[in-house]
């Protein structure tokens, strides 16, 4: 018996663990994103990063609450409940009702992470299409092997913003498989509530 009610509890640790992992990958790829653009031999060369795109900053910031909301709060939580074998925290003497509330806080960071990745991907397919359709299509006027050049340094920074993007996208999946988890049980236990009522 006890291993059933510990089975959702260990589910949902090893789902936060990895969340965390997931969003400190995002975190990692998207603030390590750097194009650096070359125009001649007499200009000096111009750096970009995630700071010079709204919806990079976006992400990164996204991840940043993430990775803090799941490391603080809910990962130790989960630590908890399976250390105790109850996954509604009785022995603190928590309730369904702080259970509810936690797996409404998961509903609300799982759109919030699908907000962030959605910004993310959004802005990079548009703008990674722009650059190839337009910018690098009429290129041929130049030197074709500083363009070809410039043209994989672009890509390869358009490439991390969605690799970036892709992790925290796996990251709200993981989110939402938690609140199903939780939902579940919570419905579970509340069954066997009421028949214990009619004992």
Not at 32 to 53: E, N
Not at 150 to 166: C, I, K, N, T
Request: hydrophobic share 55%; glycine share 8%.
């Amino acid at each position: 018996m006890a291993s059933k009610t510990t089975l959702p509890s260990a589910s949902i640790l090893i789902l936060r663990l990895l969340t965390l992992a997931f969003l400190a990958a995002s975190l990692a790829v998207i603030a390590a994103d750097k194009l650096t653009v070359i125009d001649g031999d007499d200009d000096p060369p111009q750096s970009f990063t995630f700071r010079d795109v709204q919806a990079y900053r976006y992400l990164l910031a996204v991840a940043v609450i993430g990775c803090a909301y799941t490391l603080l709060l809910q990962l130790p939580l989960a630590a908890a409940a399976v250390a105790w074998r109850n996954k509604q925290l009785a022995a603190a003497g928590a309730g369904d009702d702080v259970a509810l509330l936690l797996a409404l806080a998961d509903v609300a960071f799982a759109l919030m992470l699908a907000s962030g990745a959605a910004a993310g991907l959004g802005f990079t397919h548009g703008v990674k299409r722009y650059f190839d359709g337009v910018v690098f299509a009429g290129a041929g006027g130049g030197w074709p092997e500083v363009d070809r050049r410039l043209q994989l340094e672009v890509d390869r920074f358009f490439d991390m913003a969605y690799a970036s993007a892709g992790l925290m996208v796996a990251a709200a999946a993981c989110t939402a498989v938690i609140v199903v988890i939780s939902v579940y049980s919570l419905v579970k236990c509340d069954q066997c509530h009421d028949d214990e009522a009619y004992l």
